[in-house]
């Protein structure tokens, strides 16, 4: 029997305890809390003088990226460096990748170097599927994958963090309206945001952004009738309590889909002006990196409602809780 076909969710044992995380779609609720439960604890080691606790001692962690970051390759790593684990990052330009050795090969290879869990940002979708698969066709399960980002389809533990920065300034989740606004179409990260709001029980979800840079069907994404979808941003950002925004993913577009960054700005970018609309209390999000003057005014990215940073810290803590919860610790 394929690993597809041998259980519910591929992320999740018989018991239905997640042994790796590839992706928000349709994990339970109870799962999604648990993590940010766990995580709650995890921000309080930063204040201490000795920033670690063993619950990973022993293990090894394997940072696998195929794909450029910031924010997620070093908060993994900080991530796991507090949990005491010792942690290896592949440099992919150095590796024999560069040889054509291929992405299973390579697993295969770590997996010999006693590897306890993976984590992996590829740039075509399905890839941490994939070596979770493999690793499970090949009687290696105990190794776990964390999707850290694969071509447009998960961001899972952005969607995780992003969930974290919402309750830590809105409490309850079932009173809020959310906006996610711009590059839907590409973004891995809208669609873990997106799924994770509707399993948290937003009641008011929207899309805001032009029709080229939406999916098609976006309407139905996250189930029939859950989201509504606006292409003026002004009136998509009224009485609004949380704006998520979204970087233009021009690397990953394959023709021209928009006039100009300015054009997109006229319409799209987030200026304080447009923010007045939503509540007085809102908070604005960003995953980053951010395009500033694009997507973003600068005047908002360092306001008073931005939490962008906040949400990179957030981001060690819940990766930590990822990284205990998949190890069992
Ligand atoms: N948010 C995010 O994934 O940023 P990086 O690409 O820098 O990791």
Same mark, same amino acid.
């Given at each position: 029997?394929?690993?597809?076909?041998?259980?519910?969710?591929?992320?999740?044992?018989?018991?239905?305890?997640?042994?790796?995380?590839?992706?928000?779609?349709?994990?339970?609720?109870?799962?999604?809390?648990?993590?940010?439960?766990?995580?709650?604890?995890?921000?309080? !080691?930063?204040?201490?003088?000795?920033?670690?606790?063993?619950?990973?001692?022993?293990?090894?962690?394997?940072?696998?990226?195929?794909?450029?970051?910031?924010?997620?390759?070093?908060?993994?790593? !900080?991530?796991?460096?507090?949990?005491?684990?010792?942690?290896?990052?592949?440099?992919?330009?150095?590796?024999?990748?560069?040889?054509?050795?291929?992405?299973?090969?390579?697993?295969?290879?770590?997996?010999?170097?006693?590897?306890?869990?993976?984590?992996?940002?590829?740039?075509?979708?399905?890839?941490?599927?994939?070596?979770?698969?493999?690793?499970?066709?090949?009687?290696?399960?105990?190794?776990?994958?964390?999707?850290?980002?694969?071509?447009?389809?998960?961001?899972?533990?952005?969607?995780?963090?992003?969930?974290?920065?919402?309750?830590?300034?809105?409490?309850?989740?079932?009173?809020?309206?959310?906006?996610?606004?711009?590059?839907? %179409?590409?973004?891995?990260?809208?669609?873990?945001?997106?799924?994770?709001?509707?399993? %948290?029980?937003?009641?008011?979800?929207?899309? !805001?952004?032009?029709?080229?840079?939406?999916?098609?069907?976006?309407?139905?994404?996250?189930?029939?009738?859950?989201?509504?979808?606006?292409?003026?941003?002004?009136?998509?950002?009224?009485?609004?309590?949380?704006?998520?925004?979204?970087?233009?993913?021009?690397?990953?577009?394959?023709?021209?889909?928009?006039?100009?960054?300015?054009?997109?700005?006229?319409?799209?970018?987030?200026?304080?002006?447009?923010?007045?609309?939503?509540?007085?209390?809102?908070?604005?999000?960003?995953?980053?990196?951010?395009?500033?003057?694009?997507?973003?005014?600068?005047?908002?990215?360092?306001?008073?409602?931005?939490? !962008?940073?906040?949400?990179?810290?957030?981001?060690?803590?819940?990766?930590?809780?990822?990284?205990?919860?998949?190890?069992?610790?």
């Amino acid at each position: 029997m394929s690993f597809a076909a041998s259980r519910p969710s591929p992320q999740l044992n018989a018991e239905g305890e997640l042994i790796h995380l590839i992706t928000l779609e349709g994990l339970p609720r109870e799962i999604i809390t648990g993590i940010l439960d766990r995580a709650a604890p995890f921000t309080e !080691i930063a204040e201490r003088e000795v920033k670690k606790v063993p619950l990973l001692r022993g293990k090894s962690v394997f940072n696998l990226f195929f794909e450029n970051s910031t924010r997620t390759r070093t908060t993994f790593e !900080i991530a796991a460096k507090r949990l005491s684990a010792d942690v290896i990052n592949l440099n992919i330009n150095t590796s024999s990748t560069t040889k054509g050795e291929t992405l299973l090969d390579t697993v295969d290879n770590l997996a010999a170097m006693q590897a306890d869990m993976f984590v992996v940002r590829h740039a075509s979708s399905g890839a941490p599927y994939l070596i979770a698969q493999h690793l499970a066709n090949t009687g290696r399960e105990h190794i776990h994958v964390v999707n850290a980002g694969d071509g447009r389809h998960a961001h899972p533990t952005q969607g995780l963090l992003d969930m974290y920065t919402i309750r830590h300034y809105k409490q309850d989740f079932t009173r809020l309206a959310v906006a996610v606004v711009g590059d839907v %179409l590409h973004s891995r990260v809208a669609r873990s945001q997106l799924h994770a709001l509707a399993t %948290l029980g937003v009641p008011d979800i929207r899309v !805001i952004g032009p029709k080229t840079l939406l999916p098609t069907g976006v309407e139905r994404m996250i189930g029939p009738g859950r989201l509504r979808v606006f292409h003026d941003l002004r009136e998509g950002l009224k009485g609004v309590d949380v704006v998520m925004m979204l970087r233009l993913q021009n690397e990953r577009m394959l023709g021209a889909l928009l006039p100009s960054p300015q054009e997109y700005f006229k319409s799209y970018g987030l200026t304080p002006e447009k923010l007045a609309l939503a509540k007085p209390d809102a908070i604005v999000m960003h995953p980053g990196p951010m395009n500033r003057g694009v997507e973003i005014d600068s005047a908002v990215a360092d306001g008073r409602q931005a939490v !962008i940073l906040p949400q990179v810290t957030f981001g060690i803590a819940v990766r930590m809780a990822v990284m205990a919860m998949l190890a069992g610790a």
